[in-house]
């Protein structure tokens, strides 16, 4: 259930009535209501020993939709059982969204704490989005004395001056003590592994561009063509970096050092090429990408068992979500039968729900309710502000300009009515409460011409949608409510003007 718009039942029953007198931005009409109760009171009263820190393993997928896990959609065609376990074992978040809906920029929110939107994001192939000195989750994590470990996809840029040198201003230059992984998507060349800050074997080979015929170009067995390291097959990355994780765990546990770990696993599937294995080929009722889907994650269950074998399931935070929205077009609905977004609109790069909302579980044995579900809003630039509160870290006034601590609602003590957050920017559009508006028209990158998800030329470049009674924003109420647009225009001009939303 979404929070009144306001805080005040009767502004929200005025709907913005013009007899308010002046603008008043939105954020200070609830601010001083809705504060949260301090993070150290709250672990003080769930009986946390002062400086108990548990692990912390996040596990963020590549392009898989909201609809996917079965936990989220009863109606999927891809069994995901280690996913929907998590769901029953902790909470499930029912209006968690990416800051982006697109790879980098959804990462470089989740690692920073900041909107994409402040950065150039288009940078990426050459130069490193992360600033030097920048805090990210790894370096706040390593600061409370955590190792950090990355695996998977890094996506955020690296200074590239020839791969047979070093590569800063990855992962080894933002807190992480180690990292293997992979530039960036696995349809993307260069492909390489790297290990630390330098490619484990340059990609000196080249491999050609390759399509699967009957599917969208960007859709089954695609990559483009460009250079590969002699000793690599892209069937094999999902597999190795699921390796390597439980690797990471394995060293940890037996490691005598008493430091917690901080594991960020960011393996690169469901995401194009789609490659299951020969034992998920034709294991999902979705086609390829259901069987890939099937099999990122059975990689998932692979990380969660490693934790407990290692008996570090009970001491550790798992947080599982997903990027972005998938690459799903309404004509794989009909042939498939299976809805990737859920019931949502758009898809990946879209604005619509469907290329943001994602799937969101917590689980943190002792702390977090099992089988319990949360409708507050939730971005992943609040990772930091939430992780900063869990080690009871200092939170540096620049660090995480856009990260709001939902410790709170892990540990239940938020109440459904009052917001973690009080608005949402992604792109050009805006969330408050249960309002969203868009402005201009959706990017039409990744999406087929007459598709059903692409807006008419005669649709209005102005979207608003009541997402508490059209989830999948089938009517643009933006013509009959002007005054909101108005508000919600002049609130999303302030964010975008300022350098930060957290107090």
């Known amino acids: 259930m979404f929070w009144n718009f306001f805080g005040y039942r009767a502004v929200q029953e005025r709907e913005l009535a013009p007899t308010m007198n002046k603008p008043i931005p939105f954020r200070f009409l609830i601010l001083l209501s809705l504060w949260p109760i301090p993070s150290n009171a709250l672990l003080a009263a769930e009986g946390a020993a002062p400086g108990a820190q548990p692990n912390v393993l996040i596990i963020l997928v590549d392009d898989m939709g909201y609809g996917d896990p079965g936990c989220y959609n009863p109606h999927s065609k891809i069994a995901t059982p280690n996913i929907d376990r998590l769901a029953r074992e902790g909470m499930r978040f029912t209006d968690a969204h990416a800051p982006g809906p697109l790879c980098h920029p959804s990462r470089y929110g989740l690692m920073t704490g900041r909107y994409p939107f402040r950065t150039d994001v288009s940078k990426w192939p050459k130069q490193p989005l992360i600033e030097e000195g920048q805090m990210t989750i790894a370096s706040l994590l390593k600061s409370q004395g955590y190792r950090t470990a990355m695996v998977g996809k890094w996506h955020l840029g690296f200074r590239e001056s020839g791969y047979d040198k070093v590569l800063p201003g990855g992962p080894a230059d933002q807190g992480f003590d180690s990292f293997f992984g992979f530039r960036a998507s696995t349809d993307i060349p260069p492909y390489f592994y790297l290990r630390g800050d330098r490619a484990l074997t340059p990609p000196t080979n080249e491999i050609a561009e390759h ?122 609905v009909k042939r498939t039968g299976h809805d990737s977004v859920g019931g949502l609109r758009g898809m990946k790069n879209s604005l619509w729900e469907g290329g943001h909302r994602m799937p969101l579980i917590a689980r943190w044995p002792g702390k977090v309710k099992p089988g319990s579900t949360s409708a507050h809003l939730i971005c992943f630039t609040d990772v930091m502000a939430t992780l900063a509160d869990v080690t009871q870290a200092s939170q540096p006034a620049e660090a995480g300009p856009d990260s709001f601590s939902f410790l709170s609602v892990l540990l239940g003590t938020q109440p459904e009515n009052k917001p973690v957050r009080e608005s949402l920017v992604i792109g050009k559009s805006i969330r408050f409460g249960p309002w969203k508006w868009i402005e201009g028209r959706e990017p039409e990158f990744f999406m087929r011409p007459g598709s059903p998800i692409v807006p008419a030329q005669n649709e209005p470049p102005s979207q608003l949608y009541n997402l508490s009674e059209d989830p999948g924003e089938t009517k643009n109420l933006a013509a009959d409510k002007a005054e909101i647009v108005t508000r919600l225009k002049t609130e999303l001009e302030h964010i975008r003007a300022s350098t930060r939303t957290r107090p």
């Open 211 to 332: 399509h699967t015929e009957g599917l969208a170009r960007i859709q089954g067995e695609f990559w483009l063509g460009g250079g590969i390291a002699p000793d690599l097959e892209l069937k094999d990355v999902l597999p190795r970096l699921t390796d390597e994780a439980i690797a990471v765990i394995r060293d940890h546990a037996k490691s005598s050092a008493a430091k917690p770990l901080m594991l960020y696993f960011a393996p690169t599937g469901p995401h194009t090429p789609w490659l299951p294995s020969p034992e998920f080929q034709g294991g999902s009722k979705a086609g390829m990408y259901g069987d890939f889907a099937m099999m990122v994650d059975a990689m998932i269950g692979r990380v969660l068992q490693a934790l407990d074998d290692a008996r570090l399931a009970d001491s550790t935070l798992v947080l599982v979500t997903s990027d972005n929205g998938p690459v799903w077009y309404p004509e794989d």
